[in-house]
């Protein structure tokens, strides 16, 4: 069994585990530089679509996002429109996916976690005792966890300890 999760967005990551929870592949979300009146990064959809297309799993859990108040106007048609882009490229692939809320996925995976604590900082507790020797820097030049990684990485394994109850249940019928 497979399962992937994915944290959308420019900074957004994808990374898939087996039924045990190892991780099976890790991936940044592919984006590229346009160079013109402003640099701007952009999702490299050719290079998305070829990841998804090559995502051989039982399920996907997407975190299902919505604006925030505060967030430009521009910044969040962008972050809109890189999100359909993986809605659709699942879909298109005919990849099985489920949208999570980050509020359902995190309270799962911050269980026993002082609420005062920052979400962030939560996220990368409960990574640091989990996956303890896992590297999650987007490359070997990078000092610190890549967040798009990290939140992947927590989504995948709610989806993975979510499917995988839900699948016992249905074998108990």
Avoid at 69 to 90: A, D, K, Q, R, W
Avoid at 91 to 105: D, E, I, N, S
Avoid at 120 to 132: A, C
């Amino acid at each position: 069994m497979k399962i992937a999760g994915i944290d959308p967005g420019i900074s957004g990551g994808i990374v898939v585990l087996d039924g045990e929870g190892k991780i099976e592949s890790k991936n940044v979300m592919p984006v590229m530089t346009l160079k013109g009146k402003k640099t701007r990064r952009v999702i490299d959809i050719q290079e998305l679509a070829d990841l998804l297309s090559s995502l051989d799993v039982n399920m996907c859990f997407l975190e299902k996002v919505t604006a925030m108040p505060g967030n430009g106007n521009v910044s969040m048609f962008t972050f809109g429109y890189g999100c359909g882009l993986l809605e659709m490229g699942l879909a298109a692939f005919k990849v099985p996916y489920t949208l999570v809320p980050p509020q359902t996925w995190c309270k799962v995976m911050h269980q026993g976690i002082s609420k005062d604590i920052d979400a962030k900082q939560r996220s990368l507790m409960v990574f640091k005792r989990g996956y303890p020797n896992i590297d999650l820097r987007a490359s070997k030049r990078c000092s610190t966890v890549h967040s798009g990684l990290l939140d992947a990485l927590l989504i995948a394994e709610y989806g993975r300890r979510s499917f995988v109850v839900n699948q016992a249940d249905l074998k108990a019928c």
